[in-house]
């Protein structure tokens, strides 16, 4: 974590101006992220993210990505771009990430989604505390403990470990979301809690590029989604997880499914891989009849960037 609050020197940005402002397809990126608690889903975001604070409660997040020119006049106007100026940031896409938290005093801590991981190919994320505070929740994957014991990297960090961080305004986390389980949640404050955050490889991201930082384009699309994957190769016929250690989240479903459920001898239903899976693919089902063909639950499963439970092959 860095402290960086001496970077916000500019006008404050109005953020609900900057939503309404967004196209369809990114306004539709809006999410909430505590479903069914703490929040009315029906307060539109406009007056959710406007310079009022009613008493409302409540956690969502945005995607700024599909518009270039409001991408690019969205970073401009930010007080940060670019995080430690001796490093050359690589950004995967043009995809600027936003989240706004309502906890006004007198109440609890209000948490965002249960601990997971996400499912990205890049090196990490920067996140940088616009505005208020946010309570990171630290914990490191066996791949990641894998990792260190690999490059023989001294560590006290055991699967039990569990790190707190407190972002404040200004501060700076980059954190590989991939290889850290995180949950985070937002603390009784007279403000709201605003950060921002990109994806980056500290690499060229691909063969020709110029290195100068800047964004590559065309690389795919980012969202927030919840679903299953694979975070080491599966063979097929692995039994992946039983009737009694299903994790609580919705298996996607696909026209070309890689899983199957399976009645065990024992007479419980298990999750079988039907054919090899690399490790970051989603595990999906088959679609069923009451199913629309026409959903896009294959788009959804093609995307980079999923807030995902981690459940290897057993």
Same mark, same amino acid.
């Given at each position: 974590?860095?402290?960086?609050?001496?970077?916000?020197?500019?006008?404050?940005?109005?953020?609900?101006?900057?939503?309404?402002?967004?196209?369809?397809?990114?306004?539709?990126?809006?999410?909430?992220?505590?479903?069914?608690?703490?929040?009315?889903?029906?307060?539109?975001?406009?007056?959710?993210?406007?310079?009022?604070?009613?008493?409302?409660?409540?956690?969502?997040?945005?995607?700024?990505?599909?518009?270039?020119?409001?991408?690019?006049?969205?970073?401009?106007?930010?007080?940060?771009?670019?995080?430690?100026?001796?490093?050359?940031?690589?950004?995967?896409?043009?995809?600027?990430?936003?989240?706004?938290?309502?906890?006004?005093?007198?109440?609890?801590?209000?948490?965002?989604?249960?601990?997971?991981?996400?499912?990205?190919?890049?090196?990490?994320?920067?996140?940088?505390?616009?505005?208020?505070?946010?309570?990171?929740?630290?914990?490191?994957?066996?791949?990641?403990?894998?990792?260190?014991?690999?490059?023989?990297?001294?560590?006290?960090?055991?699967?039990?470990?569990?790190?707190?961080?407190?972002?404040?305004?200004?501060?700076?986390?980059?954190?590989?979301?991939?290889?850290?389980?995180?949950?985070?949640?937002?603390?009784?404050?007279?403000?709201?809690?605003?950060?921002?955050?990109?994806?980056?490889?500290?690499?060229?991201?691909?063969?020709?590029?110029?290195?100068?930082?800047?964004?590559?384009?065309?690389?795919?699309?980012?969202?927030?989604?919840?679903?299953?994957?694979?975070?080491?190769?599966?063979?097929?016929?692995?039994?992946?997880?039983?009737?009694?250690?299903?994790?609580?989240? #919705?298996?996607?479903?696909?026209?070309?499914?890689?899983?199957?459920?399976? #009645?065990?001898?024992?007479?419980?239903?298990?999750?079988?891989?039907?054919?090899?899976?690399?490790?970051?693919?989603?595990?999906?089902?088959?679609?069923?009849?009451?199913?629309?063909?026409?959903?896009?639950?294959?788009?959804?499963?093609?995307?980079?960037?999923?807030?995902?439970?981690?459940?290897?092959?057993?």
């Amino acid at each position: 974590r860095r402290d960086c609050s001496g970077a916000i020197n500019r006008t404050p940005i109005d953020f609900g101006g900057l939503f309404d402002g967004l196209t369809d397809e990114d306004k539709a990126s809006w999410c909430i992220e505590t479903p069914g608690r703490n929040q009315d889903e029906n307060v539109a975001p406009v007056e959710f993210l406007g310079p009022s604070m009613p008493a409302q409660r409540g956690y969502c997040s945005f995607l700024v990505q599909k518009d270039e020119s409001a991408y690019r006049n969205t970073l401009d106007r930010l007080p940060l771009q670019n995080p430690l100026s001796g490093i050359h940031w690589h950004y995967p896409s043009s995809a600027l990430w936003l989240f706004v938290g309502r906890n006004p005093l007198g109440n609890l801590n209000l948490r965002g989604r249960p601990e997971h991981t996400d499912s990205i190919t890049n090196d990490g994320t920067w996140h940088f505390q616009y505005s208020g505070q946010k309570t990171w929740f630290l914990r490191p994957s066996q791949q990641l403990l894998d990792h260190f014991k690999k490059y023989n990297v001294a560590t006290n960090c055991t699967a039990s470990t569990r790190i707190r961080v407190e972002c404040r305004q200004g501060d700076i986390l980059c954190v590989n979301t991939r290889l850290w389980f995180h949950s985070t949640a937002i603390p009784a404050q007279e403000t709201k809690s605003i950060s921002y955050a990109r994806d980056f490889y500290l690499k060229e991201f691909e063969a020709g590029r110029g290195d100068n930082g800047q964004s590559v384009e065309g690389q795919g699309s980012m969202t927030n989604l919840d679903g299953l994957y694979a975070v080491e190769n599966i063979e097929e016929g692995t039994v992946i997880f039983s009737e009694k250690d299903m994790p609580d989240c #919705e298996l996607h479903s696909s026209t070309n499914p890689n899983c199957e459920v399976v #009645e065990l001898d024992d007479g419980t239903s298990a999750l079988v891989s039907m054919r090899s899976i690399k490790a970051g693919e989603f595990f999906c089902v088959a679609e069923s009849d009451s199913e629309d063909d026409a959903s896009g639950d294959e788009e959804e499963l093609s995307v980079e960037h999923n807030h995902c439970t981690v459940v290897p092959g057993i």
